[in-house]
């Protein structure tokens, strides 16, 4: 089946600007995590959601980051004023409830470039 | 602070070389543990470990776990070259909140 899928793969933009980064989770997964991972890092938690709202988002380093996932599925991570420090591979992960809710499928990414 | 941290931070090896992968946590409200192995982007599951003392094992990997030391190692026997990668370690807390280690970047030659 379908893993999670993530677009763009790549993300070029200029200091300032406004980015909205996707992730589609595995069908049926209720719960959904965005992380940032810098070169070198392990993936950085920001935000998790359990259905559509955002269980914990302690995660997102400050109010130009936002992530939303209105029907429970596609969500969206959008980026505000974009600064070269949010340079980063953003990863999307989702897993199914239940037992099994630590299990995350990861998806591939999306290299943002900050210029 | 809550805080997983991984040694070595990178490791090379030769094929057929058996390596050792190490995880030490401080984590509130510890749930389980995860290993992780990441080639490229996205990092794919290998064990979640939940209960100390009990060894989980795929193939030539295998895992355990210490709660009262606060710890897990990952082990590999007999390295092949597809088996380097970055090895990641994860502990989520009660809330899901999932903490990663920096990993340890594994390099096996021929």
């Known amino acids: 089946g379908a893993g999670v899928s993530q677009t763009p793969s790549n993300k070029v933009t200029e200091k300032g600007k406004y980015v909205e980064l996707r992730c589609d989770p595995i069908?049926?997964?209720?719960?959904l995590y965005w992380y940032r991972q810098s070169l070198g890092q392990g993936p950085e938690f920001l935000i998790y959601?359990?259905?559509?709202?955002?269980?914990?988002d302690s995660g997102l380093p400050n109010d130009r980051f936002f992530a939303v996932r209105p029907e429970g599925s596609v969500s969206t991570l959008k980026i505000q004023r974009t600064e070269r420090g949010d340079s980063a591979v953003y990863l999307c992960a989702s897993s199914p409830s239940g037992g099994r809710i630590n299990e995350q499928f990861f998806g591939p990414g999306t290299r943002l470039t900050v210029l | 602070e809550d805080k997983v941290v991984q040694s070595p931070l990178s490791l090379v090896v030769h094929e057929g070389d058996t390596v050792t992968l190490n995880c030490s946590y401080e984590?509130?409200?510890?749930?389980?543990l995860l290993w992780y192995k990441q080639e490229k982007k996205a990092p794919t599951f290998l064990f979640m470990l939940?209960?100390?003392?009990i060894e989980k094992k795929s193939g030539r990997l295998s895992s355990i776990l210490d709660k009262k030391e606060l710890f897990s190692i990952l082990n590999i026997t007999a390295t092949q070259t597809g088996d380097s990668a970055i090895y990641l370690c994860?502990?989520?807390?009660?809330?899901?909140?999932?903490?990663f280690g920096t990993g340890t970047s594994l390099t096996v030659i021929p």
């Open positions: 069908s049926g997964h209720t719960a």
């Open positions: 984590v509130t409200n510890f749930r389980s």
């Open positions: 994860a502990v989520p807390n009660t809330g899901n909140q999932f903490y």
């Open positions: 939940t209960s100390s003392g």
């Open positions: 959601f359990q259905g559509t709202g955002a269980a914990d």
